[in-house]
Structures are given as structure tokens and as C-alpha cells.
């Protein structure tokens, strides 16, 4: 198992193209309001969607790219976030953001003014990231997936051991993985390395669909847990991670893991939200109320830390 240092967990969270993307949230009929999307952690500066609430489902988002955003600390005075244009790159979607990078344990309340709208804001923090004891890679299955021969389905199956603090309920979060993935070249028979010119996102699945304490989600990769069953013990996650890739001249020798620390608020939001997209495909399902940390509006602002180690793929 080797450690990551954090400048380079940084940069390649930098490199990648984030998988998150504004949630589309449904509001009950009433007055319009604003919808808050924003995830924040101490790798980044902080970023929020705003929004006009939709009251039709087939309605298209209004992104808000007028308002008067403020973030303060505890006891601090609020810092304008700089509204940052649609540049045609994925979401392609105007945000707010931040002129500094987030600490961990602290507070941010975030402050939103715009004409027509009550004045809102929410507040959260990210935890400290949690101890992970051990990562295992078991196993690697590769196969060609039917639809496309030039590329090669890997499957990579293991686990990692993380050990909860007790006395405290914790929520974690277990998106994906990242593939550094090494270009290669044959010259006279022999093979010559260009490292690390590529990084792949590797999205991860639940390998144990039985424990209560996963919980798989629906509109981004990966499942979020709960320590309720496993408070202050040591806890063995089992996952499986898959990617495609054309592997002509590419190696891959190493799986990166990211392991999320999450707040309440990011736990219940994400949660509540995957229950009502799946009540909506159901007709004999109660509605679901989707959790909401925003005052005189609706959304989700919270924060997380991530954990990062990396295990070697050995052929």
C-alpha cells in the first residue's frame, strides 16, 4: 500500500474533469425559490450551482448568474464568491466560487441575495477524513466488451479497511477510483515507458448488496455508508471498480483510492434525493421528501474530505 502524496492528489483531482454535475431537483408547488447545489472539501475552492426552482419536471434549469454570493466563517466576515461563466466545458454551467481553500472542522455558511428571492443561506463543514487501515486489490478480470473490440472492460475487485471513530455517527461516501494509465512503445523489441500521461476514472460498485450499511446511489457512481451497525470498530468495504479503455500501447499498474468522509448533510441529501428519483419510477411508492439544509430556499451545501492510497496492479 503507498501513500499519495497530497500535491499530487490534488493535482490529479485538478487533471480530471469532475463526475459530479448540478442535481436536478423537483420542488413542491409555491413560491419560486432557489435551488443550492454544492459539495465542498479542503482539495478545492468552493463551488455552487444556483438556480430557479423547476415546477415542471420537463422544464429547463435557470442558472442565476446575477445574485450577491457571500461565504463567512464562524465569527468571520463574509468574502464575495466571484461568478465564474458557462466556458462550453462539461457541465458547461455557471457557478460560484471561492477565493480560498476550505479547512477542515470549520463551519462555512453560505449567503445568497438576489432580486425576487428571499435571502438564503446554509452552513456546513467537512470532517477530518478517516483512518483507512488497509487496501486490498484481489483480483483483475479484463475482457472486450462485445459492442466495441478495440477496447478492454477491466473489472478490478478488493477492499479497504477503514477504522470508525467512536462515539460519533460517521457517513462516508465511495465513489471511484483512478487509473494512472502508462503509454508504452515497442522499438526493436523492446518495450519503452511514457508514464503517467493519461488518468482514468474508475467508478465503484457495492460488492456486498446485503449489508444494511450500503447504500447505492442513482444519480452519481458509487454508494455512501453508515456506521450505525459498526460504530467504533474496524469495517471491511468490498468493492468492485470497472473501466474501459482501447489498452493497445496502455498499462495500467496502479488503482488509486478515494474514500470520502462526509457530513450529515451530504449524507441525507444524497440519500433522500437517490429514495425520490426511485419512488418517481414506481407508482405504488410513498413520495420521499428530499433533505434540505437551506434556509428560505432548497438544496443541498456540505462538505467532505477525502482519503487517498494506492495499491498496485500486479499482472
Known sequence: MMRIPVG????????????????????????????IDGNFSPDDFIKVYLSEER?????????????????????GSGRTMRLMPADGTYPNQPYYQSNFIPKLRTTYTLEVEANGFPRIKAASKAPDPVPVIDVRLDSVISSRPSQDRRETLY?????????????????????????????FTI???????????????APVFIADTQDPSFFSLTHENGFLIDD??????????????????????????????????????????HSTYTRQILAQESPFSEPVIVFNNVENGLGNFSGYSTYIDSVTVRR
Open 187 to 201: 522499438s526493436a523489441g523492446d518495450t519503452n515507458l511514457i508514464l503517467n500521461q493519461e488518468y482514468f476514472l
Open 8 to 35: 499530487l492528489f490534488i493535482a490529479l483531482l485538478l487533471i480530471l474533469p469532475s463526475c459530479e454535475e448540478p442535481v436536478d431537483i423537483v420542488p413542491p408547488a409555491g413560491n419560486p425559490q432557489i435551488v
Open 55 to 75: 415546477p415542471l419536471q420537463n422544464d429547463s434549469a435557470r442558472y442565476i448568474s446575477d445574485a450577491d454570493v457571500k461565504i463567512r466563517t464562524d465569527g
Open 155 to 183: 473489472n478490478f475487485y478488493g477492499s479497504i479497511t477503514i477504522q470508525d471513530p467512536m462515539s460519533v455517527q460517521n457517513f462516508y461516501h465511495f465513489a471511484e477510483t483512478i487509473l494512472p494509465i502508462d503509454w
Open 228 to 269: 450505525t451497525d459498526f460504530d467504533g470498530q474496524q469495517k471491511t468495504i468490498p468493492f468492485r471498480a470497472a473501466v474501459a479503455f482501447d489498452a493497445n500501447f496502455r498499462l495500467v499498474n496502479s488503482l488509486n483510492i478515494l474514500f470520502r468522509s462526509v457530513s450529515a448533510d451530504y449524507y441525507r441529501f
